[in-house]
């Protein structure tokens, strides 16, 4: 069967995609499109042309698993030239083609859209360029269609930020002719025989660029340009400026030769590769265990949140912008007064920044109801525990959450070091307990990890999942094991920074490597911001149990700044200094003092240290405990931990996670970095048993 249909009504030719769940343009639709359109031209019947999408889009763009075929530059050339010389055909159609847009029409299916004649679209759809966000640029036409339809600003602002126009904004950009408040179709049927009366015909290649606009599109152009830092995590943005450019300065033809050209060179880069990895291992990480027939996943009406701390609070806040009433409870109306007043300070600043109107901030907070008893609990459909991290206090609200809940209520914990399985347990109901993690502050952080106990049920990880989607949430199922897997990761990563510094390297010159490797900001600057007690009361924890630490030796900086009441900027000082109400991290001469005091007592000389030592330490440390993490089953998938590290700790999403990055690098090099580290520095550096194995194998991807 094609996956275009074919029908003439009154007149129209109604051309619909059918390839589920999104319409992705793969060769085989585009060449369906192609004959298709031929057929309508050619069909004495038709007197105009309606091209749309079956289902729930217009068209999400061309299918993104094709790319990895295209390895050398020369097929990506190819593969576009296609695309290119299809859509000019399109385009030349002799019968008035109209795009009905509903959904979204994106990447390619925008650009389709861009070479009909007209289009029409529904009030909710979205249009818009992210190949940015796979490390590429539109590569059949858009960079050089869009300025011709919309102007240099809005073409760069498209093509550059990846962000899509709603319906309202495409239409004040030209971008869309009409949007269609009832029936699309009927709409678009009506607009397109209107168009045929008329004789009319909008070939968007053969519109003029207005001369007196060139200028300021240049000068956007520049600016946009100058606002870039060079490198490879820039490659696609700085391409699509040059390709946008192009489509200014160039004739149609000469622009898209040289389009066709950029976007052949993004295709084939690692970063592109990487960015691709994280959208498939993004939608992998959240895709829905397989369920007994009959049992569907529980959808969250109503929620409560035990514990109206920092966490809880944020919690709260998730739930009430995703739309969903929530109970926040505590022990008393002061603590609840506290907490209601930053989270209206929070709603406050949001709508000062203009990010939400003062109407939208009432209406969101209105959904939170402070209590202080279980009263209202028995109509919730699932409690997330947020009270202090202290094993009795969580086992004994677990207990109490069992006598005032519904029998299939979730019952979830936030804990970030406590055991899953204990507190299951002590609820009675271990199938319907799971972890929550969420990570500070819970409502702008995206990565939420959901712990799966010995026995919680599948219907409970895949009402989860469900759940963490719709608060906009990126959910990784993970295993019960101390730390699960952000955190364990995130202290192999710190060890190995504050070892570096005890070897010699500065607190300033660590961040910068890791800062230039593409991390947001550097171990040291990370933990000036979450604040140094968090991590220091785990270790006090840690110890109060007598647990050992299995990443090896830890220096005793941090607990010495713990001691020196440096907590990070929430205390003006932490592994730098802030000067009053700035940001701004100064060195500090008491680190190297701790430093190399702690160099002496492990009778460490301090040396020279060159920033790759630091890149490939740190990021070894990182790949060689993610096999171990797999290894021991607590993540299902590479591509679970590079979710994880990328979303939780900001891991350069153009080196595609520690594991793909680890790929990138090649097996082999990496674990013969971590035998190399063995023989320096002790056997905490032993390679992992699933990293051998891989290696041994000859296997080149970690996920096989
Ligand atoms: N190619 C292949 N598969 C795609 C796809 C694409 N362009 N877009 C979505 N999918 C798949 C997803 O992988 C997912 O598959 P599974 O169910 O197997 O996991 C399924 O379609 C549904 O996708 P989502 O889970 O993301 O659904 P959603 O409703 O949350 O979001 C969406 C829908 C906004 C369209 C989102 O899927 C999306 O952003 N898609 C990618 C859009 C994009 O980047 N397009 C540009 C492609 S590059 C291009 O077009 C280059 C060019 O110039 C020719």
């Known amino acids: 069967m094609s996956t275009v249909h074919y029908a003439v009504i009154d007149g129209i030719a ?21 004959t298709a359109v031929a057929r309508a031209v050619a069909d004495p019947a038709a007197t105009a042309i309606v091209l749309t999408g079956a289902g729930r889009t217009f068209v999400a763009g061309a299918d993104i698993t094709v790319f990895e075929q295209l390895t050398t530059v020369e097929r990506a050339m190819e593969r576009s030239a296609y695309t290119h010389a299809m859509l000019c055909r399109l385009e030349d159609s002799a019968k008035p083609l109209v795009a009905a847009i509903h959904g979204h029409a994106l990447g390619g299916g925008l650009e389709l859209a861009l070479a009909c004649h007209y289009r029409v679209a529904t009030p909710d759809a979205r249009l818009g360029q992210p190949e940015v966000s796979l490390g590429i640029i539109p590569g059949a036409g858009g960079t050089q269609r869009l300025p011709r339809l919309c102007g240099v600003d809005v073409a760069l602002r498209l093509c550059t930020t990846g962000t899509p126009l709603d319906a309202a904004a495409a239409l004040a950009a030209h971008l869309v002719d009409l949007v269609v408040d009832g029936d699309l179709l009927q709409g678009a049927r009506q607009f397109a025989g209107e168009r045929a009366s008329a004789q009319a015909r909008r070939p968007t290649r053969e519109l003029p660029i207005p001369a007196d606009s060139i200028p300021a599109g240049l000068e956007a152009c520049r600016q946009a340009r100058n606002a870039v830092a060079p490198g490879p995590a820039n490659r696609a943005v700085l391409a699509a400026i040059e390709s946008v450019e192009n489509g200014v300065t160039l004739p149609f033809d000469a622009g898209s030769v040289r389009e066709r050209e950029l976007f052949a060179e993004c295709v084939v880069s690692t970063e592109s590769r990487a960015l691709r990895h994280l959208f498939f291992a993004e939608r992998d990480a959240a895709r829905l265990p397989s369920l007994p027939d009959g049992v569907t996943p529980r959808t969250v009406a109503r929620a409560a949140v035990v514990g109206a701390g920092t966490m809880g609070s944020g919690i709260a806040m998730v739930f009430a912008n995703a739309g969903i009433p929530v109970l926040l409870k505590d022990v008393d109306d002061a603590t609840l007064d506290r907490s209601l007043a930053t989270i209206r300070g929070t709603y406050d600043s949001a709508v ?72 299951a347990k002590a609820s009675g109901r271990p199938a319907q307990v799971v972890g929550h993690h969420y ?73 910068a490597a890791m800062t230039t490797f593409g991390f947001p900001v550097g171990p040291f600057a990370m933990q000036d911001i979450a604040g140094l007690d968090v991590g220091a009361r785990i270790r006090q924890h840690l110890r109060s149990t007598g647990r050992r630490r ?85 993540a299902r998938r590479a591509s679970d931990i590079d979710v994880v590290y990328c979303h939780g700790f900001g891991f350069p999403r153009h080196r595609g996670g520690p594991m793909f990055h680890a790929q990138t690098i090649g097996l082999p090099t990496v674990l013969s970095r971590v035998q190399e580290y063995e023989a320096r520095f002790g056997d905490y550096w032993r390679p992992s048993p699933l990293l051998e194995k891989l290696v041994t194998e000859g296997r080149t991807s970690i996920d096989g």
């Open 14 to 34: 109604v051309l619909t995609i059918d390839n589920p769940p999104v319409n992705a343009l793969g060769e085989e639709v585009w060449t369906a499109v192609d």
């Open 352 to 423: 000062q920044k203009g990010r939400l109107t003062p109407e939208g901030a009432e209406r969101t907070l209105a959904l939170i109801t402070p209590v202080t008893t279980y009263e209202q609990f028995g109509d919730v459909d699932l409690v997330v525990e947020a009270v202090f991290e202290d094993l009795a206090l969580k086992t004994r609200t677990f207990a109490e959450l069992a006598g005032v809940t519904a029998a299939d209520c979730i019952l979830a914990t936030n804990t970030s070091v406590l055991d899953v399985d204990t507190l």
């Open 439 to 511: 990570f500070s502050p819970a409502h702008l952080m995206s990565l939420h990890e959901i712990v799966r106990g010995r026995q919680t049920s599948p219907a409970v990880v895949a009402a989860s999942l469900t759940l963490a989607r719709r608060l906009g949430k990126v959910p990784v199922v993970v295993g019960n094991a101390f730390g699960f897997v952000a955190n364990r990761m995130l202290a192999y990563y710190l060890r190995e920074a504050h070892l570096l510094l005890e070897e010699g390297a500065s607190v300033r010159q660590i961040d």
């Open 550 to 634: 299995s990443e090896g030796p830890q220096s005793e900086i941090p607990d010495r700044l713990f001691e020196l009441g440096r907590y990070g900027q929430k205390t003006g000082a932490g592994w730098y200094r802030y000067e009053p109400g700035s940001r701004t991290p100064l060195s500090d001469p008491i680190i190297d003092d701790l430093a190399h005091e702690a160099a002496k007592r492990r009778r460490i000389v301090r040396r020279d240290i060159t920033d790759e030592e630091i890149v490939s330490r740190v990021t070894t440390a990182l790949a060689n405990e993610g096999c171990n993490v797999l290894g021991d089953r607590i």
